[in-house]
Each structure stands twice: as structure tokens, then as C-alpha cells.
């Protein structure tokens, strides 16, 4: 199952996630993942794996016999952030930030290249001009945004420089972001949607792992009368398929993690089932509004 990204490129609806995923695991994992059938792999700068995830496509690539055309790989630049004391990338410093990925990955071009956070305001539209060099330059095949809103959209638009062709943001049931989703759709730019499993009661539970869901959220995903819980029964599926499958159905790629074999090959099998009209309607009235898996300590700055 796939979506239009632009006018010539598509992207698999259903792409493996890896933050989390230690450099050390990547390669199983993702080699994992491929045999599974996932055809888009999504990694960062920030995640620290992109070596081990370029040796799991190596490994797919040799052991599926699959070329390079047939897997799409996202990787994202870590724009850096004044506020933490990391120097902000300038133009240059983007230019050679995917260099440096694709050195650790192997790979001589990327599918799509996103910038990871709004973060520095002084330097948003030059990262940005550095991507669409990098677009140009076939470093990349396409280009996109993460967790920008509305606003920093407005100021590529303002700047007269080619729009997003996706953003990658945080949309679940508990964060659907309507206002932000209507924007990119009127505009042309492919939603993206990351923790979409966050109302599990188990979503990143291993002590350490980063994210701001609180005892009460871990609550509710675990009460006996949690809806998704009612609604695996009726479809008999997990809750995790039930989740994954609402993204696609409102037209979002998704990017399921596990480290998991089990859970991997479950959360591809998302097009088995179809939520009716009528859970879909209450799943719509669940919105509790902003997303929460970045922590309190990472604000994504609206200025
Ligand atoms: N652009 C951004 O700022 C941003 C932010 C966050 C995420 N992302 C991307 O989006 C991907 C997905 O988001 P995410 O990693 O935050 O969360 P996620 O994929 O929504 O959820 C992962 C959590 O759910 C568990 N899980 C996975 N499958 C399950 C299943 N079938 N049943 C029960 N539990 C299951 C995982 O544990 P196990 O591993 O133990 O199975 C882990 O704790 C990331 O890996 C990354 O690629 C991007």
C-alpha cells in the first residue's frame, strides 16, 4: 500500500521505525523488518543507528534480492538547538550532515530527508534551502519537515522556496491534530504519523526510555474497558493493529517500532480488517489534543 509523496515519488504506507532501536540491534531489526515485507525504513541523525540500519538493508538487499529502487529510506537531520547548547546547522553544516548519514548507511542517496525539529528560528530556511540543494543535487529524492506547524510552514511558503513534500509528526487518537492535518493537506504535503501505538499501556515502558506519558495515560490504556481493547475484540485483531490501522485509514503513513519479531510481523498486517464508520466517529472524539512523546524537557518551540 502506497501514497503519492510528489507527482513521480511514493512512499509505502507502512514503514519501520527505529528510534530507540540500539545501533547494536538495528541491523537484526531492520534485516527483520524487510523480511517481513516493510519496504520503508525510517531513521535519524539523532537515533544513533544509522549504521546498523544500512547493514539491515545491506542484508535485506542481499538475502531478498532486493534492489536498492525497492526499499525507501527516510533519515532526518538533527537541525541542533541553542536552547541545549548544541550549535544550530547552518546551510553548509546540513549540506554535510547527510553526507555523513549516507557515509553510515551506505547508501548513495536517500528517499526522503527530513529536518527533525523546528528548533533554531535563525536558522530554519537556510537548513531548509540546504535540502532543496540536496533535492537537487540527488542526494536525496525527496524532501520534508518534522514537527513543524502551520507557522514554519508559512515561512518556507513566505520565502518563496518549494513546500514540504511530507511532515512527520506525532498523531494518534490522543493527538489528532486537526487544524495542522487540514493545512497540509490544502497545501499538498503528505502526512506522516510517528507513536502512533502511544495509548498502549505499554508504549516505551522500559525505564529510561524518553517520552512524557504519564501514570494516568498508562491507566487508561490498560483499563479493561479501554476502547481499543473493545475494539480488537470486535475486529479480532491486536490494539496495536487497530491503532496503526486508524492512521492509515485517515490516510497517514505510519512507522511502527518493535524490537519484537512478533510484534514486527503483526504491525504490518494492518490491511486484513477496516475500522467501521462507527468506531471511526468515536475514535474522532478521543482527541485529547497536544502529542506528549517528546518530553516535557524537549519543547517544540512554536516561535
Ligand atoms: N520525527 C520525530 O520527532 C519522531 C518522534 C518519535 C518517533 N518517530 C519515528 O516514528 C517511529 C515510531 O514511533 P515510536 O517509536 O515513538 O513509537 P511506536 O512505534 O508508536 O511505539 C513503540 C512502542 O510500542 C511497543 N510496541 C510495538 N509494537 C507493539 C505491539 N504490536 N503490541 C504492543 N506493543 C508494541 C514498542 O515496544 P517493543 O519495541 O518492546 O516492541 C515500543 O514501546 C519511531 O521509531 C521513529 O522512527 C519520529
Known sequence: MKMNLSKTIEIPMIGFGTYL????????????????????????????????????IK???????????????????????????????TYDSTLEALIESLDRLQLDYVDLYLIHAPFPKSQRLNQWTALVELRRLGKTRSIGVSNFNAVHIEEIKVAGLPLPDANQIEVHPWSQKPALVSYLNENGISTIAYSS???????????????????????????????????SQKYGVSEAQVLLRWGLQKGYAVLPKSTKEERIQQNFDLLTFEIDDYDMAAIAEMDRGEGVAWSSGDPIRVD
Open 197 to 231: 501505538l502511544l495509548p498502549l499501556s505499554n508504549w516505551r515502558d522500559i525505564k529510561g526510555q524518553r517520552g512524557a506519558k504519564t501514570d494516568n495515560m498508562k491507566a487508561d490504556g490498560a483499563s479493561t474497558n479501554s476502547p481499543f481493547k473493545m475494539m
Open 21 to 56: 532501536i540500539k545501533e547494536a540491534d538495528a541491523k537484526s531489526c531492520v534485516h527483520q523488518a524487510l523480511r517481513t515485507g516493510y519496504r520503508h525504513i525510517d531513521t535519524a541523525e539523532a537515533y544513533g543507528n544509522e549504521t546498523g540500519v544500512g547493514l539491515g
Open 59 to 89: 542484508a535485506g538487499q542481499e538475502s531478498l534480492g532486493l534492489s536498492r529502487e525497492e526499499v525507501f529510506v527516510t533519515t532526518k537531520v538533527w537541525p541542533g538547538n541553542d536552547e541545549w547548547g548544541q550549535p544550530p546547522k
